[in-house]
């Protein structure tokens, strides 16, 4: 079962995999380069952070929306939420495009999804940038400090919370108003339950760089697996997850780089 978003723009593209609609833009000129968002996000949210402006006078940039959220279908059922699923609808906008390959940028649940790229589509990545996911422990480690912080028990259901706290940010709130609240709920329960995906990710052969903010309960862990698997690693200081993400000149300064120069010597 499906709900189709309730605003599409007749002029978005439209890529189409196993019966789901992933909606993109793109924008630049130069090696392509998709920017998948994270929870509550969709890709105008790379734009207004300032990220699209700077990366598209290098790259053609695709801003994408993720599956369940903007103008992308919004399945009700976790197993459409899988990390192949994942995977499928950025392969899904690179087949529109005519793109054998692309690089690769996500943050948060974008992080995850480039993750399920580099696993079941592997030959489609040239690089891979992941920002703020935790590829030892998957979402449970940032569910264990945020409940603890709360003071709540560790069987507390983190849903409701989550999704109160992103709906005081106004962009956010919108995301959240216009999707169906079982797709939102679904999208969830697949990446809770998702096991951590180091032990593949390290046998993996795509050049990556990993960040976070050094206040994100996601930064030691991702670093350890950085520094165990010889990946750049890059923290931000004194930043949580929201404000790695607002961060964007400091981002940009260690990301950039890498993507160029991944581009020069591919």
Request: aromatic share 8%; proline share 8%; with cysteine.
């Amino acid at each position: 079962m499906l709900t189709e978003p309730r605003v599409q723009e007749e002029h978005v593209p439209i890529a189409q995999r196993g019966g789901l609609k992933i909606a993109y833009e793109v924008v630049g000129a130069g090696p392509p380069l998709v920017l998948h968002p994270g929870m509550f996000q969709t890709g105008a949210q790379w734009t207004r952070a300032g990220y699209t402006s700077v990366l598209a006078t290098t790259h053609t940039v695709i801003t994408v929306d993720p599956l369940g959220l903007g103008a992308s279908s919004a399945p009700v059922t976790p197993a459409d939420y899988s990390l192949a699923r994942r995977a499928e609808s950025v392969t899904a906008v690179l087949d529109d495009l005519g793109l054998g390959e692309t690089a690769f940028w996500g943050y948060s649940l974008g992080a995850l999804t480039g993750y399920a790229v580099a696993l079941h589509a592997p030959d489609r990545l040239s690089c891979l940038v992941a920002g703020a996911f935790d590829p030892i422990n998957g979402f449970r480690s940032a569910v264990e400090a945020m409940l603890d912080e709360l003071g709540l028990p560790a069987d507390t259901d983190p849903w409701p919370l989550m999704r109160q706290g992103a709906r005081a940010n106004p962009a956010y709130a919108a995301v959240i108003d216009a999707v169906a609240p079982e797709a939102l709920r679904a999208n969830y329960e697949a990446f809770r339950d998702e096991p951590g995906v180091h032990e593949s990710l390290e046998r993996a052969t795509v050049p990556q760089l990993m960040y976070a903010g050094t206040a994100d309960p996601w930064h030691d862990p991702m670093r350890t697996f950085a520094t165990r698997t010889g990946t750049p690693f890059a923290s931000i200081p004194d930043a949580d997850h929201v404000r790695a993400w607002r961060n964007t000149a400091e981002v940009l300064s260690h990301a950039h780089p890498f993507l160029t120069r991944e581009q020069d010597q591919g």
